[in-house]
């Protein structure tokens, strides 16, 4: 796939297409916001990820100018080295669908890239039992075995666990996962999500030993994350 | 004009006319019918007793009855003044004028009645009584004399003596027409002789010398000395009727040594006239006549005061009040007006006392002219003075900066009542907003006057030092703003700044250069609570430049000295702190790359960027204000743990969860919290040795009315250096002190602790008996729909 790449760092641009190029995908790098929104005018690609701090153009000023200028835009990433809570929301809202914070490791990279391009190449795909390292889901029967062991769950929390497996390493937002499983986000209160997430936690004992963790992009959402 | 010349022009104004009016109503007389009432008022209290010498004989109602009209024939006169004779009178006097000859036979029994007959000129004189005749003038005389003297007709002239029987019995009359004063003698000009009174007349024949009246009145030109008359009771005099002398049948006794005087007393002969003791009815004028006589005996006429007498004895009251107009209250003033009064009154009536008539009328004519007239200009002045003062106060625009509410009177006093009401109210907002406004400055300050007390301190002030200043002294002040330890230079610079003499008055230029210099040197103090402060004095002067006290301005640079010291840090971090990973990244760099060197680069490489980051978080805590939300704290510190799992885990190091909380929410800074525990835990992995165990336990703790959450970290390292605790938490304080892995960062701690503080929660620092540290976090829980 054709993914669209854009800092100011030489160092981080090789980095990042050693990366992408392991995964087989075509890489196109830009070093600054002015040249990248030229190329997305000129080309087509499936990913752009995109640097905050660039020079000319910066991360965030692209992103709203492609929410203008480009019709079915692709999903774009966005990458700083800016940790803070309010930034990263600030990004989210802006239309990033999900943001990776500098320096992160080479494996959570692409296993956040290939979630975004999963989801936006096959997002109706649908598998009746699937296996995700420890844990089988099993869809008609709204089961979760872990370590082949059936793990008794509601079926907000079997919807949930769902959710978050067939999105893993993406982040999503809270409205989105209620609309999501309860359809309405009516009488909901956060306090509501945020303990179904905490008891999700600890039933299927989602911990980095087990090669999972869920990360909590606070003031936004969630995000399930694959560990090696 | 100003308000003083304007009052010393108006003073004069009414001096000269209270002396106008003293001398003008003396000169013309003006207040004669007051003065008059006055003298008749006073002259009833004294009524001096009739002459016993004297005996009238009247030509009375009953003797018109008896003998028929006026006139009667002269021979009847001669009977009666023989009848007379014969009872041996000291003396004879005809109050009828005898100017015309009448029938030859009656004029001749009359001058024989008067000079004995027949008229013999080898007689010696008999020892017959003396006859005295009048004389009357006419007035105007011919030739420009004042008058003309018409003798008695030829037969009634003494042959003996001439004309020196002679008298007048003219009357003068006050302009209301009452008798009061009569002139002891008369003379119309150089050239003609001077006639004495009828009654001089006889008090020479009595005492063989003029009267010490007649005396006092020649030496006046033309004898123009008129005296008052002081009359005895009206009637005292004793009295027969002229029937009576002409029948013979009055008493020897009543006659004998006698001065008889004939005259008309009934009412249809006319000579009858007002005098003071008539008491509105009349007094013969006979009557008249013989009063004088007794007064010339008793030598009590009352000599009117002349013209400049009573002009001295009017002004000098007059004057004395005019001086104290300038000099008195207005109650001394209305004070002096009543004594004045009675005393020109009382003045009066002594001098009467003592033979003298001082009219005090104009004077007080004078007195109530001037007083109410000085007390309406003070009045109006005042009154102008006053508005011009309102309006001068009006005209300043910026005299209120909140405005007036303008009132609106239709009459002239009520808008200067408004006025007024609006200047009070002016100068009430204008205290208040200078009150308020150094209430109000972002500044604090004090005031102190010249004895050293503080008579204001703003509220930032007071709140700052958390007391009230007002009421205390300067040194009082210090002590209670300023550490001990720096006192001595702030009463170093006080004393500096102090101006040496109280009295010492500065003009405007001086002013300004004096707050130039004031505010160019300051003292730098720490108050006993930690506060910094800069502290400028400077001289409250007055309008005239005279010293008052003292303005104090602080500020308070705490801040500003936190953020020095903020700055000193930072400059230690990047010194330190930063440089020696970077310095030994890049001598591992020198070396060779194997699996270890890129390890330690790595670590290396962390350290630095949670250096970075646990600086740039402590920077905007110190920036922006708490901005929680609700979170689960179960699922960030489990968070967490999930991030820092493959650290632990490289070594071996398990870090165990027990969560006996029942999902605790609390407002909280994820940021910032995640980066204390983060924080927390690294370290704990860092002091844990290798396959140890790391045990992090949440619960609920009931405190009173609040929930807190509890989070412990337990490791099983070799714990906390007991020199350490107690300064674990403070910046720079190199974890735990253990030199042989002095790779803390030095903020770590201090960072912790500044974040749980932000969340009003607390942390605590302890080592387990067994070894291994224990850390304590306690955080308020938040109950749902809080936020």
Known sequence: MRVALADDHQDVLDFMTSILEEMEHIVVTFPDGERLSQGLMRDTFDLVILDWNMPKKDGLAVLNWMQEAIKEAPPVIMMTSRTAKNDITAALNAGADDYITKPEDRNVISARISAMLRRSANSGSFETKAVYGKYTLDRIEHKVMYDDKEVTLTAKEFELIDLLFRNRDRTMSRDYIMETIWRTNAALTTRTLDMHISRVRSKLNLKPENGFRIFTVFGYGYRLETLN | ?787
């Open chain 2, 1 to 787: 004009m100003t308000f003083r010349l304007r009052l010393i022009i108006e003073w004069f104004i009414i001096a000269f006319l209270a002396n106008a009016v003293v001398i003008t109503f003396l000169q013309w007389d003006i207040t004669a019918s007051f003065d008059n009432l006055l003298y008749d008022g006073l002259s009833e209290t004294a009524r001096p007793p009739a002459d016993d010498d004297i005996l009238i004989v009247a030509i009375d109602d009953a003797s018109l009855k008896e003998f028929g009209k006026w006139p009667w024939a002269r021979d009847q006169h001669a009977q009666v003044i023989n009848n007379i004779k014969k009872l041996e009178p000291r003396s004879i006097s005809l109050d009828i004028i005898l100017s015309e000859t009448g029938e030859p036979e009656g004029d001749k029994a009359l001058s024989e009645a008067l000079y004995g007959a027949p008229l013999n000129p080898e007689e010696t004189p008999s020892n017959g009584p003396a006859i005295f005749l009048p004389l009357h003038f006419v007035t105007p005389g011919n030739d420009g004399r004042a008058f003309d003297t018409i003798l008695p007709a030829s037969p009634f002239l003494d042959p003996k003596m001439g004309q020196k029987n002679l008298g007048h019995v003219n009357l003068t009359f006050d302009s209301d027409g009452i008798l009061r004063k009569n002139n002891i003698c008369f003379q119309a000009s150089e050239e003609t002789p001077m006639w004495p009174h009828l009654m001089e007349r006889i008090y020479q024949n009595r005492h063989g010398k003029a009267s010490p009246a007649m005396e006092k009145a020649v030496k006046k030109p033309f004898c123009e000395a008129p005296v008052l008359i002081p009359f005895s009771e009206s009637g005292s005099i004793s009295t027969i009727s002229y029937s009576e002398a002409a029948n013979g049948t009055m008493l020897a006794d009543s006659v004998r040594g006698k001065d008889v005087i004939i005259g008309a007393t009934a009412a249809g002969l006319g000579d009858n006239y007002p005098t003071p003791s008539s008491n509105g009815s009349l007094i013969p004028g006979v009557e008249i006549i013989a009063n004088m006589l007794g007064a010339l005996e008793r030598d009590d006429f009352i000599t009117p005061l002349s013209l400049w007498q009573s002009i001295l004895i009017s002004l000098l009251p007059i004057w004395i009040l005019l001086i104290g107009f300038l000099r008195w209250q207005p109650r001394q003033i209305l004070m002096a007006s009543g004594v004045i009064f009675l005393g020109l009154l009382i003045l009066s009536a002594t001098l009467l006392y003592f033979g003298f008539w001082f009219p005090p009328g104009p004077a007080l004519a004078a007195l109530f002219l001037a007083y109410p007239l000085w007390g309406w200009r003070r009045l109006q002045a005042m009154s102008y003075y006053m508005g011009r003062k309102l309006r001068e106060l009006e005209s300043e625009e910026d005299s209120s900066p909140l405005g007036l509410i303008q009132k609106k009177s239709i009459d002239l006093v009520g808008k200067q009542r408004d006025t007024l009401d609006q200047a009070i109210d002016n100068i009430r907002d204008l205290r208040r907003f200078v009150t308020d406004t150094l209430s109000g400055l972002p500044d604090p300050m004090f005031v102190i006057n010249m004895d050293n007390e503080v008579i204001l301190s703003n509220d930032i002030l007071n709140q700052r030092i958390d007391s009230n200043l007002v009421g205390g002294d300067l040194s009082n002040a210090i002590e209670t703003m300023v550490r001990k330890e720096d006192r001595p230079s702030v009463w170093q610079y006080i004393e500096a700044s102090d101006i040496e003499s109280a009295d010492v008055i500065i003009d405007q230029e001086e002013i300004v250069r004096m707050v130039d210099n004031y505010s160019s040197s300051y003292v730098r103090f720490t108050s006993p609570r930690g506060r910094n402060f800069v502290m400028r004095r400077v001289p409250l002067l007055s309008n005239e430049g005279e010293y008052r006290g003292y303005i104090h301005y602080l500020a308070d640079i705490t801040a500003l000295a936190r953020a020095d010291s903020q700055r000193e840090e930072m400059l230690q971090l990047l010194s330190h702190d930063m440089r020696a990973p970077q310095s030994a990244i890049l001598a591992l760099l020198d070396g060779k790359i194997d699996e270890h060197a890129k390890q330690s680069i790595a670590n290396n490489s962390k350290r630095t960027l949670q250096l970075a980051q646990d600086f740039v978080e402590i920077a905007r805590m110190g920036e922006t204000p708490f901005d929680g939300e609700e979170l689960l704290i179960d699922s960030l510190v489990e968070e967490v743990i999930d991030s820092l799992w493959p650290l632990a885990n490289e070594r071996g190091i398990k870090i165990d969860l027990s969560n006996i909380s029942e999902g605790s929410f609390i407002i909280g800074e994820a940021d910032s919290l995640s980066r204390a525990f983060m924080n927390l835990l690294d370290n704990a992995i860092k002091f844990s040795p290798d396959n140890s165990n790391i045990a992090v336990k949440i619960k609920n703790m009931e405190f009173g009315k609040t929930t807190m959450v509890s989070i412990t970290l337990e490791d099983q390292g070799n714990g906390i250096d007991s020199d350490m605790l107690p300064i674990l938490f403070e910046k720079f304080t190199t974890n735990r002190g253990n030199e042989g892995r002095a790779q803390g960062t030095g903020l770590g701690l201090s960072f912790v602790s500044a974040v749980i503080e932000r969340h009003h929660g607390s942390i605590s620092a302890d080592n387990k008996r067994d070894g291994g540290a224990i850390f304590s976090i306690l955080i308020p829980e938040s109950i749902e729909g809080e936020s």
